[in-house]
Nanobody, 123 residues
Framework: QVQLVESGGGWVQPGGSLRLSCAAS????????IGWFRQAPGKEREGVSC????????YYADSVKGRFTISRDNAKNMVYLQMSSLKSEDTAIYYC????????????????WGKGTLVTVSS
């Protein structure tokens, strides 16, 4: 079993950047593919990105492609989501979860979730 903790959220102006981190407070993150999800008020949860355990495959939703970059450091037991050129529509609670990761389907089959970190993009 693994416990996930997200950090790095906050307030940023449109066009700004944030880096989210997903850490394992218990367990070994390197064993899992990890997905990043977000949920905005009144909207369905969206899988925005994922990365396989080796880091050899990544996926990005069309809504974030070219602006977000997922990476991982298995030695540090961390997964990151670098978010740039942020827009107001990126405002949401962002979650990481253990999941399968498909190049066309994205993250699916989630097992363990963190509690989320809030990202607010506004002027």
């Amino acid at each position: 079993q693994v416990q996930l903790v997200e950090s790095g959220g906050g307030w940023v102006q449109p066009g700004g950047s944030l880096r989210l981190s997903c850490a394992a407070s218990r367990g070994t993150l390197a064993l899992y593919s990890i997905g990043w999800f977000r949920q905005a008020p009144g909207k369905e949860r969206e899988g925005v990105s994922c990365i396989r355990s080796s880091g050899g495959l990544t996926y990005y939703a069309d809504s974030v492609k070219g602006r977000f970059t997922i990476s991982r450091d298995n030695a540090k037991n961390m997964v990151y989501l670098q978010m740039s050129s942020l827009k107001s529509e990126d405002t949401a609670i962002y979650y990481c979860a253990t999941s399968a990761c498909s190049y066309d389907r994205g993250p699916y089959g989630m097992d363990y979730w963190g509690k989320g970190t809030l990202v607010t993009v506004s002027s």
